[in-house]
Structure formats: structure tokens, C-alpha cells
């Protein structure tokens, strides 16, 4: 199985790149971008990084290479800037995402694709109306999300992240839903109280606010890479394994024209299944909130 990565070059392209060959679940990873001599230097880099644990080639590739990838990840973007929302980047990464959606479109009509280009739900949904591709092959990586969430518990509470069970779902962004009540922890079902949660929740917003104000310039490379990664290595496993990914919905939850994050069983088709949550009403309305946002983005796309 191969992996093409556009935007091989950047943070959380080259990050994930190793990540996933270090796993040697896939038999090469193709690197693409616009700094070929950057994209050059991580493929000669990591064909020495990896002799020692992996069979997986990392290569630099053109689009014209990539016609045989079964996978796409795209994590491409406009320079990294100091923003309030991620809803800012629309404008940044609309051009960047139009070039991808001519090139990917020509040489490659059948992949899975995995997108990370902020704001994620939008141009997943934006991707998926462009490439008419089958949405259960469009994902958009949101898994972050999620990992956060679990870390946030644990922060809480002082327990083992590894034992937490936690997802989010809707916006990628400031009005992304915890499910707190769906925790599990070591496989029970973990009971949080309403105080609990709004102060969970709090930790989240505020963990988003100080890595914003440090205005490094850079994106978060290293957690992307580990929960892309991961499902990368669910699609090519053909695994099953539940991750929550941004999907184009059909009537889940009652929404349609819209990509949200949801729990999506995954498998080498991409989503096998769409996992549908029972939602409180405190849930239901914020998801609501999540969808009516991401589709008055969408507007302002040429669709």
C-alpha cells in the first residue's frame, strides 16, 4: 500500500511521514510540496532514520506519481500566524487547497483522503463537493480533538491517560463537542459532574489560548503526527478502529451539507462506519451551533 503526503515538506507532513514509515505499515511514502530541496533532504534523511526498524521507502515524488497511492494525506498550508479562530486560516489556505484539488483530482480519482488544511471540516466538505469521490473516502483529520480531551481528564482527575476513553465531535475548533458522557475509563463508563465538565472544557480553551499567544510560528507537528499517523495506520491496517474524523453527512444527526467530526470506524475503503452518539440537549444544541458555523463558511466557497 502507498502513501502520497502533500505537504511533505511542512511540520506536520514530515512529522507524520516518519511516524507512519517508522510502523512500516505502508510500502512507500511519497512526499510532495513546493519546496522540492526541503522535501529531498527529509526523503535522503529518513531512508538512513529508518534503516534500522522499516522496510518503508520515503521518496520525493511530483504529482504525476501518485496515481498509484491507495492513500492522500494533505497537509498543506498557508504560513503559521498568530489567529483567534481557526476559521481565519479560510482565506489563507483557499488558493493553497484550489492548486492541491487541481492536481490530486487529475492524477489520482480513487485514494482515501486524510485532510489537514484548517478549517478542516470546511475544506473536507469543500474536497469531497470538488472531487464527487465518495464521502466515506473523504476524512478530515481531527483526531486531535480527541486526544486532548483525554488529556484534559486525566489532567483533572490524575489518572492514566492510556486507560481514558474519550471522543469529541463537530467543529474542529472553538466549538468542537466533548462527549463527557461517553468517557470510559479502563473500559467502564467514567461519570463526570456538570462542574467537572465546564471546567474540563475550560482546560481545553485555555490550553488553545497559550500555545496561540506564544506566536512560535508553528503548528502543533508533533500531536498531529502521532493521531495521523494513527489513522493512517487504521485505514491501511483495515483495522476498524474507532477515531473521530470530520466526514460529509448525509442525515446523521439530522444534518446534511455539512462535514463534522464524528466517530468513524475506519478501514482501507476510509470510513467504514459512521458512529451516530445519542446526544443530551446541552450537546444537541451545541453541535447545532458547531454545524450552522461550519456551513456559513462554506458559503463564502465557490461550490
Known amino acids: 500500500m502507498k502513501l502520497a503526503i502533500i505537504g511533505g515538506n511542512g511540520a506536520i507532513?514530515?512529522?507524520?511521514?516518519?511516524?507512519t514509515a517508522q510502523k512500516g505499515i505502508y510500502d512507500e511514502i511519497k512526499l510532495l510540496g513546493r519546496k522540492t530541496n526541503v522535501l529531498k533532504n527529509h526523503a535522503m534523511d529518513m531512508e538512513h532514520a529508518l534503516m534500522p526498524f522499516s522496510k518503508t521507502v520515503v521518496s520525493f515524488a511530483e504529482y504525476e506519481d501518485i496515481s498509484d497511492c491507495q492513500v492522500i494525506f494533505i497537509a498543506v498550508g498557508a504560513p503559521e500566524r498568530k489567529v483567534?479562530?481557526?476559521?481565519?486560516y479560510l482565506k489563507d489556505n483557499i488558493r493553497v487547497m484550489d492548486e492541491v484539488l487541481e492536481?490530486?483530482?487529475?492524477?489520482?480519482?480513487?485514494?482515501?483522503?486524510l485532510t489537514a488544511t484548517n478549517p478542516i471540516d470546511v475544506f473536507n466538505y469543500y474536497l469531497y463537493k470538488k472531487l464527487k469521490r465518495d464521502r466515506m473516502k473523504m476524512l478530515g483529520f481531527s483526531a486531535n480533538d480527541s486526544l486532548r480531551l483525554r488529556w484534559a481528564v486525566a489532567e483533572k482527575f490524575n489518572i492514566d491517560f492510556n486507560k481514558i476513553e474519550a471522543y469529541c465531535i463537530g467543529e474542529h475548533g472553538e466549538d468542537q463537542v466533548p462527549l463527557m458522557n461517553c468517557v470510559k475509563y479502563d473500559g467502564k463508563k467514567f461519570d463526570v459532574e456538570d462542574e467537572?465538565?465546564?471546567e474540563i472544557k475550560n482546560i481545553l480553551v485555555d490550553w488553545f489560548l497559550k500555545f496561540q499567544n506564544l506566536d512560535a510560528k508553528r503548528t502543533s507537528g508533533w500531536t498531529s503526527s502521532v493521531t495521523a499517523s494513527e489513522v493512517l495506520e487504521a485505514i491501511a491496517c483495515d483495522s476498524g478502529k474507532i477515531i473521530e474524523c470530520s466526514v460529509p453527512l448525509e442525515g446523521e444527526l439530522g444534518f446534511r451539507d455539512v462535514s463534522l467530526g464524528m466517530m468513524v470506524k475506519l478501514g482501507k475503503e476510509g470510513a467504514k462506519e459512521i458512529i451516530v452518539p445519542e446526544l443530551n440537549d446541552g450537546e444537541k444544541s451545541a453541535i447545532?451551533?458547531?454545524?450552522?458555523?461550519?456551513?456559513?463558511?462554506?458559503t463564502h466557497l465557490n461550490i
Do not use: H, M, P
Open 13 to 19: 507532513g514530515s512529522t507524520t511521514a516518519f511516524l
Open 84 to 88: 483567534e479562530s481557526r476559521e481565519e
Open 103 to 113: 492536481n490530486s483530482c487529475y492524477f489520482n480519482k480513487d485514494a482515501v483522503i
Open 196 to 198: 467537572t465538565k465546564s
Open 288 to 298: 447545532n451551533k458547531a454545524a450552522a458555523k461550519i456551513k456559513q463558511q462554506i
